[in-house]
């Protein structure tokens, strides 16, 4: 049974209506522009771990966690300057998603927050989205670790 014929004639009518005057999503697009988004950022991410290598002499093992320390202190100032909101809106999911869009959601609850103080509103409320997110982090690493444990034990 079709969800139209469990509609009364006049609730037919008012989905046509809608159906006429909803605004169509450019999907393909949003795909497109979170891609090169997502990808520009990962490109400068991955610049920084070669600035970390050649300049500084760590090994590629060893340049990851600057690298993202350093993706998410630009992330932080950018989005204190306003300039990562625009950013965004263009790219959607593409600027969420990578080490950038966590540093962005941190920064943005302080800032938010600033007029209530620095103990009870940036202190309070920085951590709402990066205590859950270190919290998940810390419990998954936890049981890959065991899994490969048991699995190293297992293997010989």
Do not use: W
Not at 147 to 152: A, C, D, E, S, V
Request: with cysteine; proline share 3%; net charge positive.
């Amino acid at each position: 049974m079709s969800k139209q014929e469990n509609l009364t004639p006049q609730q037919q009518k008012y989905q046509k209506l809608q159906s006429k005057h909803e605004i169509k999503r450019p999907v393909f697009m949003n795909c497109v522009k979170a891609f090169l988004v997502g990808g520009t950022i990962c490109l400068i991410g991955q610049a920084v771990t070669y600035m970390y290598i050649y300049f500084f002499n760590f090994t590629e093992q060893s340049a990851g966690n600057p690298t993202v320390a350093t993706m998410i202190f630009f992330s932080m100032l950018l989005t204190g300057f306003g300039i990562y909101d625009h950013l965004g809106q263009i790219g959607g999911a593409g600027s969420a998603v990578p080490v950038t869009g966590f540093g962005n959601a941190v920064i943005s609850a302080a800032i938010e927050h600033r007029t209530e103080g620095y103990v009870l509103g940036v202190g309070g409320n920085i951590f709402k989205l990066a205590g859950s997110v270190i919290i998940f982090g810390v419990f998954s690493a936890f049981v890959v670790a065991l899994i490969k444990t048991i699995f190293l034990k297992l293997g010989g």
